[in-house]
């Protein structure tokens, strides 16, 4: 009787254990964006975006420093709207996408939690180069679809200086700063 008491607790405590993990999201890029901003001749703003990304979010509600995010972009597809300015950046001047293709980011913890709004803090990888970067995250929030697949939503925002991960040559042409904007919404990982 005491085995099998025993036994049923510690039943018990796994579905527990696994019902309080955080669950695993996958980008859903249909319905995401991967976009940036910088400086034009100190005037004027130019904006960007990769095309091609991928990512998980793992993701408690009732535990945000538990929260974990990882992305890699595809350097190749960034896009501008503006095909010559698009085959620049691609470029071993900018890029250099043919040796670097990939931007990755794997975020490390999870500070100044207030609500839905917190500090991602993790390593960014460009262009060979990794440095810390903190994204200021705002959760949306989930909801399920019509099938009850539940969705959730994210937004995130840095800067980070393009001379700290050597992409472009130094020129007063371009600012130094780079605003990165996420729009992320991401479903269940299969």
């Known amino acids: 009787m005491m085995i099998k008491r025993a036994g049923l607790l510690l039943l018990g ?9 955080a669950e695993t999201f996958q980008i859903d890029p249909m319905h995401s ?7 034009h001749m100190g005037i004027s703003t130019v904006s ?13 509600e009732k535990n ?24 620049h950046l691609r470029s071993a001047e900018y890029f250099d ?15 100044a939690v207030k609500e839905n709004k917190a500090k991602l803090e993790g390593n960014l990888t460009m262009h060979g180069v990794t440095r810390p970067v903190v994204l200021d995250l705002e959760i949306g929030g989930t909801m399920k679809d019509q099938e009850g697949k539940t969705h959730l939503g994210a937004a995130a925002t840095t800067s980070v200086s393009r001379k ?21 919404e991401a479903v269940p990982a299969k």
Not at 33 to 39: D, E, L, S, T, V
Not at 48 to 60: A, H, V
């Open 13 to 21: 405590l796994a579905v527990v254990t696994v019902a309080l993990a």
């Open 64 to 87: 945000p420093k538990s929260w974990k995010a990882s992305a890699t972009i595809e350097t190749a597809s960034v896009n501008t709207n503006i095909g010559k300015r698009d085959d």
């Open 48 to 60: 960007g975006r990769f095309d091609r990304f991928t990512g998980s979010i793992d993701y408690d």
């Open 97 to 111: 996408a043919a040796q670097y293709p990939q931007i990755v980011f794997k975020s490390g913890k999870v500070s």
């Open 33 to 39: 964006g991967a976009m940036f901003r910088i400086k």
């Open 164 to 184: 700290d991960f050597a992409v472009g040559k130094e020129t007063p042409m371009l600012g130094d700063k780079v605003d990165i904007i996420l729009e992320i």
